[in-house]
């Protein structure tokens, strides 16, 4: 393989605030994902697989397929309260209950400062040369704007989300990291300056993006 920047894969949160959410919450819950949740917690990327099925299922299966430890990659994932966490950190139902109370608006302190911060934290660490592929929506402000603050021209998004919702976006990574084809990227300051369709795409999809 050839040698390229290091990567900063950024994922999209899952609704924390939603139905399955609730269901994991629970503590009279008794399916076995819930126990486990209750008893000791759990990686982040499983609550949130769960919370929002396919399209985060998607997204983190296709950042551990490409993400290399031996190039320095990263996988971080977006949240409400708690800026770029880790999707190995385990969690609890507080700190689900608390991600499902934050509202993820791009106005609300509470959820840009410490994004801010963890973002200039990885890019102090990983240098302007690192590539950041955002695996979420570019339609909407909530994290296009944050990002392309600290990270400028490095923001990159998979151009084939364009004109998808996030059940097509979520099969497309899938199917891309079970293939091992990584999928071509665009830069979100392009896309954003010049792309009517992401727009349009941001109108069809639902949920957290």
Not at 19 to 33: E, G, K
């Amino acid at each position: 393989m050839a040698s390229r920047p290091p990567r900063i894969f950024l994922l999209s949160p899952a609704h924390a605030g939603g139905t399955r959410a609730r269901f994991l919450l629970n503590p009279r819950a008794t399916f076995a994902l819930a126990r486990e949740f209750h008893a000791q917690g759990l990686p982040l990327s499983a609550v949130f697989a769960f919370a929002s099925g396919l399209y985060f299922r998607g997204k983190i299966t296709y950042a551990e397929r490409f993400a290399s430890e031996a190039a320095g990659d990263v996988v971080r994932v977006i949240t409400s309260n708690a800026g770029l966490v880790d999707p190995r950190m385990r969690v609890g139902p507080a700190e689900l209950a608390a991600f499902g109370a934050t509202e993820i608006e791009a106005g609300d302190p509470a959820y840009h400062r410490p994004l801010r911060r963890a973002a200039r934290g990885l890019r102090r660490r990983l240098g302007p040369a690192a590539e950041v592929v955002l695996l979420g929506s570019i339609a909407t402000p909530k994290y296009r704007d944050v990002l392309l603050e600290i990270f400028g021209g490095q923001l990159l998004f998979p151009s084939d989300f364009v004109g998808r919702g996030d059940m097509s976006r979520g099969a497309l990574l899938l199917r891309a990291a079970r293939a091992g084809e990584e999928l071509p990227y665009a830069t979100v300051r392009n896309a954003v300056l010049t792309g009517r369709r992401a727009s349009g795409a941001g109108r069809k999809a639902a949920g957290r993006g």
